[in-house]
C-alpha cells in the first residue's frame, strides 16, 4: 500500500509562487511514478506534471510548462512541484497520486494508471 500526504496549498496573488509537497509512504520513490493533478470547480481531474521511478523523468501539462517544476527528495521521499507565475485558473484541488512501477518514463493520462492518490490540497489565486 501506498500513503501519499499532499501539503503546501494557500492562497497566492496571481504571479505568485508555491510549493506543494507529496510525502510518500509504503514505497520508496525508486518504485513510485507520481503525478500531480489538479481539478477545478465543475472541470475534470486534468494531469499538471509527473516525475518517474527510474531516472527521475519529468512530463508536464501544456497549461503550466514552464511554469512549474517538479522534483523530489529521495531522502525525504518527497516530490515537490514548484509553481511560479500562478494564474486565477490555477485555482484547484491539487492531488498527488502514484503508480507502482520501475518505468523510466511517466504520463499523466489515463488517470487510471495512478492507483494511489492523496486526499488533495487547496490553491487559490486570486487577481
Known amino acids: 500500500q501506498v500513503q501519499l500526504v499532499e501539503s503546501g496549498g494557500g492562497l497566492v496573488q496571481s504571479g505568485g509562487s508555491l510549493r506543494l509537497s507529496c510525502a510518500a509512504s509504503?514505497?520508496?520513490?525508486?518504485?513510485?511514478?507520481i503525478g500531480w493533478f489538479r481539478q477545478a470547480p465543475g472541470k475534470e481531474r486534468e494531469g499538471v506534471s509527473c516525475?518517474?521511478?527510474?531516472?527521475?523523468?519529468?512530463n508536464y501539462g501544456d497549461s503550466v510548462n514552464g511554469r512549474f517544476t517538479i522534483s523530489r527528495d529521495n531522502a525525504k521521499n518527497t516530490v515537490y512541484l514548484q509553481m511560479n507565475n500562478l494564474k486565477p485558473e490555477d485555482t484547484a484541488i491539487y492531488y498527488c497520486?502514484?503508480?507502482?512501477?520501475?518505468?523510466?518514463?511517466?504520463?499523466?493520462?489515463?488517470?487510471?494508471?495512478?492507483?494511489?492518490w492523496g486526499q488533495g490540497t487547496q490553491v487559490t489565486v486570486f487577481s
Open positions: 509504503g514505497f520508496t520513490l525508486d518504485y513510485l511514478n
Open positions: 516525475i518517474s521511478a527510474s531516472q527521475g523523468n519529468t
Open positions: 497520486a502514484a503508480e507502482v512501477t520501475l518505468a523510466t518514463t511517466c504520463r499523466l493520462a489515463p488517470k487510471s494508471e495512478y492507483g494511489y
